[in-house]
């Protein structure tokens, strides 16, 4: 997974103003977050799998940004949940067996 230049820095300080109950983003910021879940969602569907480290960076994104009352973030979240739904819908499908059928 590519993750974003600014992004490291960029959670370090969201992590601290979202903590400090300080919501608002700047647009770039947000832009970043946005790439970063791309990115994260990009990696999953071209590998079929991220790695162990990727994840748990996704999980810490999502722990920092899970409370914010931001209805930009807010999207963001909701945006990552329905990529994880339609992928698990898709594996799904695909391990469903078929149904037995009398002749």
């Excluded at 162990?52 to 807010?74: S, Y």
């Amino acid at each position: 997974m590519i993750i974003p230049e600014e992004y490291d820095s960029l959670m370090y300080d969201v992590a601290e103003r979202f903590r400090a109950g300080s919501f608002a983003l700047f647009e770039w910021e947000l832009e970043t977050l946005k790439e970063f879940v791309n990115n994260f969602y990009s990696a999953v569907e071209s590998n079929g799998c991220v790695t162990l480290e990727d994840f748990t960076v996704f999980m810490d994104f999502l722990c920092v940004v899970k409370d914010a009352d931001n209805e930009a973030v807010q999207n963001l979240i909701a945006r990552a949940f329905m990529k994880s739904a339609e992928i698990r819908n898709r594996l799904s499908d695909k391990n469903d067996p078929q149904p037995i059928t009398e002749p």
